[in-house]
């Protein structure tokens, strides 16, 4: 490290160089910025090259050599400091972080081109520091062979020599266990924020590994529905390709392109091949519409599903509500990552026999501009002030009206009132399509000013449904009994109970033996307060499949709350041999120890909850009970102040009022259900 940083390093938030990122280093020390770069040398012939030739079009690569990143980090240098840019270093530029110029008089960035989520950052990482994320990890600087950092080409290729002689040290150095599992990813892709960047309060931002985890995906989450297959984060976004790669298996290695949902950085580094296989994979089928139903309310309400199995009644001069149901199959929500900036929304056009346009919504204007009236799935970021925040200034975050992401394995409905014209005539067509673009036109034209390209805009999938004299007939990709079983499951999300259960009666009977239909039933009325009917469905798919875990679950917390707390911890702890990693199920059954007044083994549950996720409002407050009950004071105390801290504050929704006054759009997003 440079001894000039020492003399002139501040330390703002406290002892740790690197707060108020979470990422750490042995002693705390600097790190020389030689150590961190030098990608292109495990490219060189007979290495990595193939490995290096897709992290070269990666956006890991770009992680800092992007005007997205270099406009915002700007910005928050030129109204926060520069010191304050330290929370953005460990994800996006450890080496600037690292190596100390993140300070006051510091440059910011690393002043080394393509060097942004280096090879060696990745793979020096010696340790996750715990489940909190943003950047929480510790880099240690790897060993080396001799010669490694020599600019001579002779001494160089004994380096090379010395690597293909006795590769074991090289691979123990630059490959752990641990960087297989989503715990891995976590440290980047799990953020909060809190005062000592926002001056406000702690604050959950993005993040992937939660909802990953509570998903049926994960293999660890009981109350979700099962999958064909466990998926890691590497099973999705490290996919196998052909190589010879010496570090590869069986003729292939995990892809270093880390395919993901970022269109923007490939298309402006023109990346052919990184840019065409983003689109692919954002197409892949895992994001599902189906234009499901049709509810006519000129005639009583009258509502026909599924729309392309009955004959609709829909008449010109009349009024109706369609209800688009979308599915998320992703292994955590949809969208995900900061969604101030990302688009995906729904469009949704109604046309009659001569290509009349009669309803649309979702378009892109002649200005760049999605629709706003359109359905999407964003999550508006709100300021001290009540103000949008739009240049992804984060630390001005305080709040948010909704967050229209969709969680892993759920849906959503969104309903549309269309007028059918006097003079229209039959065949309707209604098309609906999830579209997806990153950035939004107003961050793109702040960035890259008002002549930026337009960029990709990406259709994730379509359903198409001809209302036709004579109704046609045709097949949907999904069985009908999922439909409405995903129906029902957006419906329930809206708190419209007696149309979900409406549904999942469908499913089960179109499916007798879809024991998730019986316990959406029961779900639904768990939610309701009306045990007695939750417990006779739970029971009911119990009878089909004593061992159905998911409605075993159900059952531990109905008992729970008949207050028979033996017999829910006898249900739970059965269901716990098989997920002990499902933090709700360690929460209920924590509960129903504490209630049961056992608080040293309530305890325990919470502790291992805890572990799961340590930044759970409801654990803590849990545990401060406990160990108030056996009179542990001084642990109780600490609890209540991680409650206070990870808690919602009461006051946010104060700020969201002058928002929505101002922001018709953002009213209507705001309830629950509304209609387009």
Not at 591 to 611: H, I, Q, W
Request: one cysteine or more; a negative charge.
């Amino acid at each position: 490290y440079n001894e000039d940083i020492l003399n002139t390093y501040s330390y703002p938030y406290g002892s740790e160089p690197f707060l108020p990122s979470m990422t750490r280093t042995a002693n705390s020390n600097f790190i020389r910025e030689e150590v961190m770069v030098g990608s292109e040398s495990c490219g060189q012939q007979r290495c990595h090259t193939d490995i290096y030739e897709q992290w070269s079009e990666s956006v890991h690569r770009y992680s800092t050599d992007n005007p997205y990143f270099e406009q915002t980090i700007l910005y928050m240098a030129e109204v926060e400091g520069n010191n304050a840019t330290r929370y953005c270093g460990g994800c996006h530029d450890p080496i600037a972080l690292l190596s100390g110029k993140m300070d006051a008089n510091g440059p910011v960035r690393n002043e080394h081109k393509g060097e942004g989520i280096s090879c060696v950052i990745c793979h020096s990482i010696t340790r996750i520091n715990d489940l909190a994320g943003t950047g929480g990890y510790t880099f240690a600087p790897p060993d080396r062979y001799l010669f490694w950092n020599s600019r001579s080409v002779i001494l160089d290729y004994f380096n090379s020599l010395l690597i293909r002689l006795k590769p074991k040290p090289h691979s123990d150095t630059f490959m752990k266990t641990f960087y297989k599992t989503p715990e891995y990813c976590s440290v980047c892709h799990k953020q909060s924020i809190d005062e000592r960047t926002n001056h406000y309060r702690w604050l959950r931002l993005q993040n992937q590994y939660d909802p990953w985890q509570k998903s049926g995906f994960s293999g660890e989450s009981v109350f979700t529905y099962y999958p064909e297959e466990r998926k890691t984060c590497n099973d999705c976004h490290m996919q196998g390709e052909a190589s010879n790669d010496p570090s590869g298996d069986k003729g292939q290695v995990k892809s270093h392109r880390f395919i993901a949902a970022n269109t923007a950085i490939p298309f402006l580094n023109n990346h052919k091949d990184q840019l065409r296989q983003t689109i692919d994979w954002l197409k892949r089928d895992e994001v599902d519409v189906d234009i499901i139903a049709m509810i006519a309310s000129d005639s009583g309400n009258t509502i026909t599903m599924p729309l392309n199995r009955v004959k609709p009644n829909l008449i010109p001069g009349s009024s109706v509500v369609f209800d688009v149901c979308i599915t998320n199959n992703v292994a955590h929500n949809f969208p995900t990552g900061p969604l101030d900036l990302y688009e995906a929304w729904l469009e949704f056009i109604v046309t009659d026999a001569q290509e009349n346009i009669i309803y649309s919504s979702g378009l892109i204007g002649g200005d760049g501009v999605v629709d706003p009236n359109a359905h999407q799935h964003i999550s508006p970021p709100v300021t001290r002030d009540s103000e949008w925040i739009r240049k992804h200034n984060l630390w001005d975050t305080h709040t948010a009206p909704f967050n229209h992401s969709i969680p892993a394995q759920s849906s959503d409905v969104v309903h549309f009132n269309i007028s059918i014209p006097e003079s229209s005539q039959l065949p309707y067509r209604v098309t609906s399509r999830v579209q997806y673009r990153r950035f939004n036109r107003w961050y793109t034209e702040w960035v890259l000013g008002e002549n930026a390209p337009e960029f990709p805009v990406v259709e994730l999938c379509a359903d198409t449904v001809y209302l036709v004299k004579d109704y046609n007939v045709h097949k949907s990709k999904v069985e009908d009994y999922l439909r409405f079983n995903r129906y029902g499951i957006g419906l329930l999300r809206q708190q419209r109970y007696a149309d979900a259960i409406i549904a999942f009666e469908r499913a089960i009977r179109l499916n007798p033996g879809y024991l998730d239909g019986y316990v959406n039933i029961g779900l639904v009325n768990l939610e309701s307060g009306y045990l007695s009917e939750a417990e006779e469905w739970i029971v009911r798919a119990l009878e089909i499949n004593p061992d159905f875990y998911r409605a075993q679950a159900y059952l531990g917390i109905i008992r729970q709350k008949q207050g028979l707390f033996d017999k829910a911890i006898a249900v739970l702890q059965n269901v716990m041999e098989v997920y002990p990693r499902d933090r709700r199920l360690l929460y209920e059954t924590g509960r129903s120890y504490y209630l049961a007044r056992d608080y040293e083994k309530a305890m325990g549950m919470f502790l291992r909850a805890r572990d799961v996720d340590p930044e759970d409002a409801s654990v803590h407050y849990n545990l401060a009970l406990c160990f108030s009950a056996l009179g542990k004071e001084k642990d109780a105390q600490k609890h209540r102040k991680l409650f206070l801290k990870y808690k919602k504050d009461p006051s946010a929704p104060g700020r969201i009022k002058p928002f929505l006054l101002t922001n018709d759009w953002a009213m209507r997003e705001s309830q629950l259900q509304h209609v387009h």
